[in-house]
């Protein structure tokens, strides 16, 4: 399974960006996504994530209310809406894919995720 993330750049502060991260080859029958992120000298952090059902979701309390996580599988692409940038959203972000059982799963940490994308560099400026 390969999976390409694309959206990031540059913003300036209280703008708009959306990501996308489609996946390809055999990709599983079921399988969660989730968006992570990492700024320079700090950990990889959950920014959010979706189950195979698209309705059981899980944000981060740093972007709650801010981003929305959605999903189209027949297109097998998972979209990351990040409003009301901030600074503090600077980072590389990840996209992830886990192969799941069942369709309502979310999955909260990086180490069961299967599949990693490149990552997307996101800028905000003031």
């Known amino acids: 399974v390969q999976l390409q993330a694309s959206g990031g750049g540059s913003v300036q502060a209280g703008g708009s960006l959306r990501l996308s991260c489609v996946a390809s080859g055999r990709t599983p029958s079921k399988y969660a996504m989730g968006w992570f992120r990492q700024a320079p000298g700090k950990e990889r952090e959950i920014v959010a994530a979706?189950?195979?059902?698209?309705?059981?979701?899980y944000y981060a309390d740093s972007v709650k209310g801010r981003f929305t996580i959605s999903r189209h599988n027949a297109a097998n692409t998972v979209y990351l809406q990040m409003d009301s940038l901030k600074l503090e959203d600077t980072a590389v972000y990840y996209c992830?894919?886990?192969?799941?059982?069942?369709?309502?799963?979310?999955?909260?940490?990086?180490?069961?995720?299967?599949?990693w994308g490149q990552g997307t560099q996101v800028t905000v400026s003031s």
């Open positions: 992830a894919a886990d192969s799941v059982p069942l369709d309502t799963i979310v999955v909260l940490t990086p180490g069961p995720y299967d599949y």
């Open positions: 979706i189950g195979w059902n698209g309705r059981s979701t």
